[in-house]
């Protein structure tokens, strides 16, 4: 009955601790590349988007995420005001703004 099933040789793996750290190194290449390729760059992404809300001003031109253009008009903490037509002023949330746009693109749209 041998035939059907292999014999461990436990002595030729040298011990059961000999390559108990090399196990861990695929796991740790694994994080590095998944640090490099996906959370160092959103980290990234996500503080050019603070620094470029933070700096918003009354008069910037923006665009929402929502696809919304206009001007902001008044700037708190938290919200914008932006004017979207002609005497139309709306109340969004400051971090919805997804663009800083060029001067004059507000009247051109």
Do not use: C
């Not at 750290?21 to 640090?35: H, I, K």
């Not at 009354?58 to 008009?73: F, H, K, L, M, Q």
């Amino acid at each position: 009955m041998d035939f059907l099933i292999s014999t461990a040789n436990a002595q030729s793996l040298g011990g059961a601790g000999g390559g108990s750290w090399q196990s861990f190194l695929p796991l740790v290449a694994l994080f590095v590349a998944f640090y490099f390729m996906l959370i160092r760059p959103q980290t990234k992404k996500a503080k050019e988007h603070r620094d470029m809300v933070s700096k918003i001003a009354v008069g910037d031109e923006v665009a929402t995420a929502g696809g919304i253009i206009g001007r902001v008009s008044d700037a708190g903490e938290s919200y914008l005001s932006l004017e979207v037509a002609r005497d139309v002023t709306i109340k969004v949330q400051r971090f919805q703004v997804t663009q800083l746009l060029p001067k004059g693109t507000y009247k051109s749209a």
